[in-house]
T-cell receptor, first 110, second 114 residues
Framework: QKEVEQNSGPLSVPEGAIASLNCTYSDRGSQSFFWYRQYSGKSPELIMFIYSNGDKEDGRFTAQLNKASQYVSLLIRDSQPSDSATYLC??????????FGQGTELSVKP | DTGVSQDPRHKITKRGQNVTFRCDPISEHNRLYWYRQTLGQGPEFLTYFQNEAQLEKSRLLSDRFSAERPKGSFSTLEIQRTEQGDSAMYLCASILSRDSNEQFFGPGTRLTVL
């Protein structure tokens, strides 16, 4: 059974700083990785996905993969108060279902 | 708005009652997933459909839970004889199966069992 682990936080960073969120996964054969953002009381929305062949940058967000250590990180540059949310890491399982970590709560202080 | 809708958005029920939730996926999406999320946890997979066929059910899905997707369009999730432990957010997501990059989540149904 695949597992995904995240530090539940909360992680607090000042506005404008870099927020670094990490996720470890158990299945060395995992090929793709997803980062979802979830605001309180709302459903998850996809912000980044990467494949095992490389890192990805999209605006202020960068997803990095360390296959040797089996962890994925999400960096948020120039953090804004609107980035305050829970960030969920997920890997796909059989049939495309998503296996989520417990999420890391991020708080960006003005 | 992702285009996936769920109804109702909130449901409060008494223990022992039956409840049914509905999910309307994006029309061309042929895969539909149900997840359950409790406070402080990530969503947990419950079941999924490819068109009208239910292809997998999680061990989390006890006999009190049943899901259907008639005609491969909307889906319903029914919980019989609800228990307080069923209180959670029930999320539905859909995807066009040849595009595996993004599952589109509905707004969820929050169930409270008193």
């Amino acid at each position: 059974q695949k597992e995904v682990e995240q530090n539940s936080g909360p992680l607090s960073v000042p506005e404008g700083a870099i927020a670094s969120l990490n996720c470890t996964y158990s299945d060395r054969g995992s090929q793709s990785f997803f980062w979802y953002r979830q605001y309180s009381g709302k459903s998850p929305e996809l912000i980044m996905f990467i494949y095992s062949n490389g890192d990805k940058e999209d605006g202020r967000f960068t997803a990095q993969l360390n296959k040797a250590s089996q962890y994925v990180s999400l960096l948020i540059r120039d953090s804004q108060p609107s980035d305050s949310a829970t960030y969920l890491c997920a890997v796909p399982g059989q049939g495309g279902k998503l296996i989520f970590g417990q999420g890391t709560e991020l708080s960006v202080k003005p | 708005d992702t285009g996936v809708s769920q109804d109702p958005r909130h449901k409060i029920t008494k223990r022992g009652q039956n409840v049914t939730f509905r999910c309307d996926p994006i029309s061309e999406h042929n895969r539909l997933y149900w997840y359950r999320q409790t406070l402080g946890q990530g969503p947990e997979f419950l079941t999924y459909f490819q068109n009208e066929a239910q292809l997998e059910k999680s061990r989390l899905l006890s006999d009190r839970f049943s899901a259907e997707r008639p005609k491969g369009s909307f889906s319903t999730l029914e919980i019989q004889r609800t228990e307080q432990g069923d209180s959670a957010m029930y999320l539905c997501a859909s995807i066009l199966s040849r595009d595996s990059n993004e599952q589109f989540f509905g707004p969820g149904t929050r169930l409270t069992v008193l």
